[in-house]
């Protein structure tokens, strides 16, 4: 079956830096999106990784090791604002996006 | 640009009364339309895909006669939940995008409370 594994919860301190893990197994690959979601809300776009490597894109940076089946998502200098939750899905040999279920992260002052 | 809204944002119904969340693409021509449901503390759940002008694809368990949905144009897809039940309640979120394009842009999500 699919399966998209990133951890339920991970706390940290304003102004540090955390990263953020998912691990895939998934029919096929074309793409790994990072989301995130405040409560209440819909998700919102974080990165779209689809070749091996670091994106980097101001205070977040997506990584992603095909042949490792896994990414992570990096938060530096956070912010309270960052507390939310972080979704990783990918999009499989469908085209259909599978989606993990999420990691809750608190920021602590 | 690429905004989807969604409407309305929370809607209160009755049980047994039909409720209808519409999703429109404000600055494209959306050719595939997703529909998702997410329970509290939960992930997104693909309910259905629609092309415009083609009937929805349902996922395995999706009730297709209970969770009507149309994508008569271009820019708009509509789902309805007919004689909803205390346990449709949801937050329900609609995401959309063009031919071509990797990524799909999501709506506000709608809170749907079956009372």
């Known amino acids: 079956g699919q399966n998209i594994d990133q951890p339920t919860e991970m706390t940290a301190t304003e102004g540090a830096i955390v990263q953020i893990n998912c691990t895939y197994q998934t029919s096929g690959f074309n793409g790994l999106f990072w989301y995130q979601q405040h409560a209440g809300e819909a998700p919102t776009f974080l990165s779209y990784n689809v070749l091996d490597g670091l994106e980097e894109k101001g205070r977040f940076s997506s990584f992603l090791s095909r042949s490792k089946g896994y990414s992570y998502l990096l938060l530096k200098e956070l912010q309270m604002k960052d507390s939310a939750s972080y979704l990783c899905?990918?999009?499989?040999?469908?085209?259909?996006?599978?989606w993990g279920a999420g990691t809750k992260l608190i920021i602590k002052p | 640009g690429a905004v989807v809204s969604q409407h309305p944002s929370w809607v209160i119904c009755k049980s047994g009364t039909s409720v209808k969340i519409e999703c429109r693409s404000l600055?494209?021509?959306?050719?595939?339309m997703f529909w998702y449901r997410q329970f509290p503390k939960q992930s997104l759940m693909l309910m259905a895909t629609?092309?415009?002008?083609?009937?929805?694809?349902?996922e395995q368990g999706v009730e297709k006669d209970k969770f009507l949905i149309n994508h008569a144009s271009l820019t708009l897809s509509t789902l309805t939940v007919t004689s909803a039940h205390p346990e449709d309640s949801s937050f329900y979120i609609c995401?959309?995008?063009?031919?071509?394009?990797?990524?799909?842009?999501f709506g506000q999500g709608t809170r749907l409370t079956v009372v």
């Open positions: 629609s092309n415009e002008g083609s009937k929805a694809t349902y």
């Open positions: 600055d494209f021509q959306a050719t595939t």
């Open positions: 899905a990918v999009k499989d040999s469908n085209y259909q996006l599978i």
């Open positions: 995401s959309a995008r063009w031919a071509g394009e990797t990524e799909a842009f």
